[in-house]
Nanobody
Framework: QVQLVESGGGLVQPGGFVRLSCAAS????????MGWHRQAPGKQRELVAG???????NYADSVKGRFTISRDNAKNTVYLQMNSLKPEDTAVYYC?????????????WGKGTLVTVSS
């Protein structure tokens, strides 16, 4: 059983910053991809950023230059540094990891952490 736990959400003012963390626990052989998605009220979930085991990254156009994804393989943790936040960044942020265990490879999701950008 693999569990992902996010932390770091909250209320932040426009122009501010916040750092999200997501740690995986369980019987993990390796994690080949990590990512962050978000879902705003009334909208579909969308990919925000992803990072591979080789540290290749990709970002949604709406966050390029403002958000940075990184990973700590020793801690099975992925981070999302979010700068210059805008009200439209308000959403529940979910981390997602492609994990290899003894049972094989599958995707896992966290329960989400709410980020509210408002003055």
């Amino acid at each position: 059983q693999v569990q992902l736990v996010e932390s770091g959400g909250g209320l932040v003012q426009p122009g501010g910053f916040v750092r999200l963390s997501c740690a995986a626990s369980g019987s993990i052989f390796s994690i080949y991809v990590m990512g962050w998605h978000r879902q705003a009220p009334g909208k579909q979930r969308e990919l925000v950023a992803g990072i591979t085991s080789g540290d290749s990254t990709n970002y949604a156009d709406s966050v390029k230059g403002r958000f940075t994804i990184s990973r700590d393989n020793a801690k099975n943790t992925v981070y999302l540094q979010m700068n210059s936040l805008k009200p439209e960044d308000t959403a529940v942020y979910y981390c997602n990891m492609g994990v290899i265990t003894a049972a094989g490879a599958r995707d896992y999701w966290g329960k989400g952490t709410l980020v509210t950008v408002s003055s």
